[in-house]
């Protein structure tokens, strides 16, 4: 008798918990306020606002939504699930002063904006494949007039629901598949000034000269990641436990109402200013290097950050051997990201090397 058959027959838990377990599901159950909408694709255009038209467009997509990520063939198959009439996962908004805010839903908004604009060109069809090379201008007119009145549900949540039910509802969406990154799931659940500031200090000019990533990286806001993780490490770094992304959330989390952002500038300009004088690849490994592993930006990062705040007027030779040695190397090989040994083993490496411990 396999497992759930058993289960059946003999419950694990006694009425008197069942009971419990239903009365917290009562308790912790909130009135989600919602309305079930269905546009013609050509009205969702309409409304759309791609950030650079007037603050009256009825949708838009929030500043904390990540960019557009979608591939070409990626995108082109959506367009084609579309025309073929299969189901599309609903859109998900947000009464916002009356206008949508999209909650989930903005890779295939704009997929749709860019078709309809004819920036987007049509490949990798399999179905399809005699449309390849098409833009929505190439397609027959009567094709195009029945594409623009294609519908999309939209489920729609009123002003009634609270700030608290959109934000758990744009967390379990985005935890619940892999859309999103870490980071990306993070901008939406604790928007506010400390997620701004972390932005502004990710848009430092210094910072993306010395710490190149990829446009991959790039898009997946791994540059705010690192960021973030440098003052979660710069204050924290010995109460980490063993999870990077528990331990990072939290640091997020209760800097949400209150935080010096401009002692904590002042700290990530003078960390840059000394990165920028004293290491003669920045952040990277080499000087043809085109992108920044992370491990070794959190290591030089804090690690400069912490000989800093031990002596403020610390001044080296410009030239460290053990940037290129192997101990160092050992240390930064791996991410071994939620190991909490290693993670202040290399921070505190190049702390004491700077300070010649």
Same mark, same amino acid.
């Given at each position: 008798?396999?497992?759930?058959?058993?289960?059946?027959?003999?419950?694990?838990?006694?009425?008197?918990?069942?009971?419990?377990?239903?009365?917290?599901?009562?308790?912790?159950?909130?009135?989600?306020?919602?309305?079930?909408?269905?546009?013609?694709?050509?009205?969702?255009?309409?409304?759309?606002?791609?950030?650079?038209?007037?603050?009256?467009?009825?949708?838009?997509?929030?500043?904390?939504?990540?960019?557009?990520?979608?591939?070409?063939?990626?995108?082109?198959?959506?367009?084609?699930?579309?025309?073929?009439?299969?189901?599309?996962?609903?859109?998900?908004?947000?009464?916002?002063?009356?206008?949508?805010?999209?909650?989930?839903?903005?890779?295939?908004?704009?997929?749709?904006?860019?078709?309809?604009?004819?920036?987007?060109?049509?490949?990798?069809?399999?179905?399809?494949?005699?449309?390849?090379?098409?833009?929505?201008?190439?397609?027959?007119?009567?094709?195009?007039?029945?594409?623009?009145?294609?519908?999309?549900?939209?489920?729609?949540?009123? %002003?009634?629901?609270?700030?608290? @039910?959109?934000?758990? $509802?744009? /967390?379990?969406? #985005?935890? &619940?598949?892999?859309?999103?990154? !870490?980071?990306?799931?993070?901008?939406?659940?604790?928007?506010?000034?400390?997620?701004?500031?972390?932005?502004?200090?990710?848009?430092?000019?210094?910072?993306?000269?010395?710490?190149?990533?990829?446009?991959?990286?790039?898009?997946?806001?791994?540059?705010?990641?690192?960021?973030?993780?440098?003052?979660?490490?710069?204050?924290?770094?010995?109460?980490?436990?063993?999870?990077?992304?528990?331990?990072?959330?939290?640091?997020?989390?209760?800097?949400?109402?209150?935080?010096?952002?401009?002692?904590?500038?002042?700290?990530?300009?003078?960390?840059?200013?000394?990165?920028?004088?004293?290491?003669?690849?920045?952040?990277?490994?080499?000087?043809?290097?085109?992108?920044?592993?992370?491990?070794?930006? %959190?290591?030089?990062?804090?690690? @400069?950050?912490?000989? $800093?705040? /031990?002596?403020? #007027?610390? &001044?080296?030779?410009?030239?460290? !051997?053990?940037?290129?040695?192997?101990?160092?190397?050992?240390?930064?090989?791996?991410?071994?990201?939620?190991?909490?040994?290693?993670?202040?083993?290399?921070?505190?490496?190049?702390?004491?090397?700077?300070?010649?411990?």
């Amino acid at each position: 008798m396999d497992t759930y058959q058993q289960g059946e027959l003999f419950p694990k838990f006694t009425p008197e918990q069942q009971d419990q377990a239903e009365s917290q599901i009562i308790k912790e159950q909130q009135i989600v306020d919602y309305e079930i909408r269905e546009y013609p694709i050509e009205v969702i255009v309409q409304k759309y606002l791609d950030g650079k038209g007037e603050n009256n467009n009825e949708i838009f997509i929030p500043k904390y939504q990540r960019k557009y990520v979608w591939k070409q063939n990626q995108a082109s198959k959506f367009i084609e699930s579309v025309m073929l009439g299969l189901p599309i996962p609903y859109i998900f908004t947000a009464d916002n002063e009356g206008r949508m805010e999209v909650v989930d839903g903005s890779q295939r908004i704009r997929t749709i904006f860019y078709f309809m604009k004819n920036q987007l060109e049509l490949s990798g069809l399999k179905k399809l494949n005699k449309l390849n090379g098409f833009k929505h201008k190439d397609l027959p007119l009567i094709r195009q007039r029945r594409f623009n009145k294609k519908t999309l549900r939209i489920i729609e949540l009123t %002003e009634k629901a609270t700030l608290e @039910v959109r934000k758990d $509802l744009f /967390e379990r969406i #985005n935890t &619940t598949s892999t859309k999103l990154t !870490d980071m990306q799931v993070r901008r939406g659940v604790y928007e506010g000034k400390f997620n701004d500031f972390i932005k502004e200090c990710a848009s430092n000019v210094k910072y993306i000269i010395l710490c190149p990533i990829s446009k991959a990286k790039e898009a997946k806001d791994d540059r705010l990641e690192m960021v973030l993780r440098f003052f979660a490490y710069s204050d924290n770094y010995l109460k980490f436990i063993h999870s990077v992304k528990d331990f990072v959330d939290d640091y997020m989390k209760s800097k949400q109402n209150k935080f010096d952002g401009e002692k904590m500038a002042e700290d990530f300009e003078n960390m840059l200013d000394f990165v920028e004088t004293y290491f003669p690849h920045g952040f990277k490994k080499t000087t043809g290097s085109k992108t920044t592993p992370r491990v070794r930006f %959190e290591a030089i990062s804090v690690g @400069v950050h912490l000989a $800093l705040k /031990e002596n403020p #007027n610390l &001044t080296p030779q410009p030239v460290f !051997d053990w940037l290129y040695s192997e101990e160092f190397m050992k240390h930064t090989k791996s991410d071994a990201a939620n190991n909490k040994n290693k993670v202040i083993a290399r921070i505190e490496y190049v702390r004491d090397k700077l300070l010649e411990k």
